[in-house]
């Protein structure tokens, strides 16, 4: 299946909440690496509003990248949320 320039994308904004606007700048900050270069047919934008981390994608390609993608950010969200507690932890063990 390739790309399909005559349909309309397929568009999907997520939104995760963090605890506060300072670790969702860390998350995009280590996230906007891993978004250069998109194949052909995927648009991604992401962006801090307030505690929120906002992922907006368009995907001219099949309904399975646009999964993956979410699951991507998904998972490398969790990941860097994950090493952010770490790092609290073991500073607060200091």
Same mark, same amino acid.
């Given at each position: ?5 005559? %349909? +309309? *994308? ?5 939104? !995760? @909440?963090?605890?506060?606007? +300072? +670790?969702?700048? =860390? !998350?995009?900050?280590? &996230? %906007? *690496? #891993?978004? $250069?270069? &998109? *194949? +052909? ?6 962006? $801090?509003?307030? /505690?929120?981390? $906002?992922?907006? =994608?368009? /995907?001219?390609? *099949? @309904?399975?990248?646009? &999964?993956?993608?979410?699951? #991507? @950010? ?5 990941? @860097?949320?994950?090493? =952010? ?8 063990? #200091?």
């Amino acid at each position: 299946m390739g790309l399909s320039s005559d %349909l +309309e *994308p397929i568009k999907a904004k997520l939104e !995760v @909440i963090y605890d506060s606007e +300072e +670790e969702a700048n =860390i !998350v995009l900050s280590a &996230l %906007l *690496p #891993d978004n $250069v270069p &998109l *194949p +052909e047919g995927l648009r991604l934008s992401m962006y $801090v509003e307030g /505690c929120k981390l $906002v992922s907006e =994608i368009e /995907c001219k390609r *099949p @309904i399975s990248s646009l &999964l993956n993608t979410l699951d #991507d @950010i998904l998972s490398m969200a969790s990941l @860097i949320k994950r090493t =952010i507690l770490e790092s609290k932890r073991l500073q607060s063990k #200091d």
